[in-house]
């Protein structure tokens, strides 16, 4: 069960308005800071949940007060509980159906497209990873399920990204080998592949 009705994503340019507006958007409102700090590129980025209208109220005072150093910012005023649950870190097991993996240069782009995704269809949102130092900050999520689901659910993120000047890539694979969905259901950060699951392991 979520534990936040609606959740809100702000990246900035500058380190310093980063932290200037967490405060202020904390004194705006009553929120939970979900998670704050600073991320690739010299970036900082605040994730807020709480109430509908709190989060709202508070994701505007954090816009008017950073203004030109909001690089990009979502709301999720009823967020899905698959997406709740990935931006607290939960990452599901990857099946043996089709898989897809979508990558923006904003974190704020792909949990928008992740909401619309898993609200739209049937697919497991197995990971989303945000802005960590060795993707550069970028985000990827990592989606599951029947072909036609997953098929689905990129067409409806592609509409949303179409037309944003960001870098945006999208790919789907029909039939993961296996050793492939064994390895996305650890997770897809090299730090954390476990050595003992590949020896003696051959792929075809």
Same mark, same amino acid.
């Given at each position: 069960?979520?534990?936040?009705?609606?959740?809100?994503?702000?990246?900035?340019?500058?380190?310093?308005?980063?932290?200037?507006?967490?405060?202020?958007?904390?004194?705006?409102?009553?929120?939970?800071?979900?998670?704050?700090?600073?991320?690739?590129?010299?970036?900082?980025?605040?994730?807020?949940?709480?109430?509908?209208?709190?989060?709202?109220?508070?994701?505007?005072?954090?816009?008017?007060?950073?203004?030109?150093?909001?690089?990009?910012?979502?709301?999720?005023?009823?967020?899905?509980?698959?997406?709740?649950?990935?931006?607290?870190?939960?990452?599901?097991?990857?099946?043996?159906?089709?898989?897809?993996?979508?990558?923006?240069?904003?974190?704020?782009?792909?949990?928008?497209? /992740?909401?619309?995704?898993?609200?739209? %269809? #049937?697919? $497991?949102?197995?990971?989303?990873?945000?802005? *960590?130092? +060795?993707?550069?900050?970028?985000?990827?999520?990592?989606?599951?399920?029947?072909?036609?689901?997953?098929?689905?659910?990129?067409?409806?993120?592609?509409?949303?990204?179409?037309?944003?000047?960001?870098?945006?890539?999208?790919?789907?694979?029909?039939?993961?080998?296996? /050793?492939?969905?064994?390895?996305?259901? %650890? #997770?897809? $950060?090299?730090?954390?592949?476990?050595?003992? *699951?590949? +020896?003696?392991?051959?792929?075809?």
């Amino acid at each position: 069960m979520k534990k936040h009705t609606a959740i809100a994503v702000v990246e900035f340019t500058s380190i310093a308005d980063g932290i200037y507006c967490t405060d202020a958007l904390l004194k705006k409102a009553p929120i939970a800071m979900i998670k704050s700090g600073t991320v690739s590129h010299g970036r900082y980025l605040i994730v807020i949940g709480g109430s509908t209208a709190s989060v709202d109220e508070s994701l505007q005072e954090a816009l008017a007060t950073g203004q030109s150093s909001v690089l990009d910012h979502t709301f999720l005023p009823d967020v899905h509980e698959q997406v709740h649950a990935a931006v607290l870190g939960q990452h599901l097991p990857c099946e043996q159906e089709a898989v897809a993996i979508l990558e923006t240069e904003t974190i704020a782009a792909n949990v928008r497209a /992740a909401e619309i995704a898993v609200k739209g %269809t #049937g697919v $497991r949102l197995v990971e989303l990873r945000l802005a *960590e130092y +060795e993707m550069s900050g970028k985000a990827i999520s990592v989606y599951n399920g029947a072909l036609h689901e997953v098929q689905a659910a990129m067409e409806l993120a592609a509409a949303f990204l179409r037309g944003r000047e960001e870098h945006v890539q999208l790919r789907i694979i029909s039939r993961p080998h296996e /050793a492939l969905t064994r390895h996305l259901s %650890t #997770g897809t $950060r090299f730090a954390d592949t476990s050595m003992r *699951e590949l +020896e003696g392991e051959e792929v075809s």
